[in-house]
């Protein structure tokens, strides 16, 4: 099948899967989900369960809290945290194996290939900040901490306005906007 087709699927199944409020059925659709991702798994399980756990973990953390003033049906959060990490699971899987750009209209591909660029831009600049933090702490220190955060929010908001900038007088002269 081409790449368009798994990608229209893929939406089918994120609205189907939404839709459907019944535990046992979701359960099931995600064991056949990790039976048919075979090779990758192990991959895909581990950057989804580290994509989710903050925010299930949250949310669910707040429910629960939730719970000692007001009745709550634990199934609820059950079903809520099963149907996140099936609709994560099977986003990373379908972004694994499709070629989005090759799926979205030629302006949505230029626009999604300018966001990705600018995340790993981003990524790499954190990871060498926090890299540059690290091997200069002995111990760490609260008021460093906040200094060094200090900093790095500056210099992501800099480079934020500088990109964007930059990033629109590309578009502009490549005729994304008409003024």
Known sequence: MT????????L?????????HDIYFLAISLVIVFILSRRDFRYLIKKSL???LFFSMIVSL???????????????????NLRV????????????NINIFKV?????????????????QFRNSFLDFW??????????????????LKAMSFYFLNK???NGQEISMGMKSRGFFDD
């Open 3 to 10: 790449d368009r087709v798994y990608f229209y699927l893929y």
């Open 12 to 20: 089918c199944l994120i609205i189907l899967f939404t839709l459907i």
């Open 50 to 52: 580290f994509s989710v």
């Open 62 to 80: 707040s429910y629960l809290l939730m719970g000692l003033f007001k009745e709550i049906d634990y199934s609820f959060l059950a079903l809520f």
């Open 85 to 96: 990490f099936l609709l994560t699971y099977i986003s990373f899987w379908v972004l694994e």
């Open 104 to 120: 979205l209209p030629k302006n949505v591909a230029a626009l999604v290939a300018l966001s990705f660029s600018q995340i790993y």
């Open 131 to 148: 890299m540059g933090v690290s091997s200069r702490w002995s111990r760490f220190g609260y008021i460093k901490w906040i200094k060094s």
């Open 160 to 162: 934020t306005i500088h």
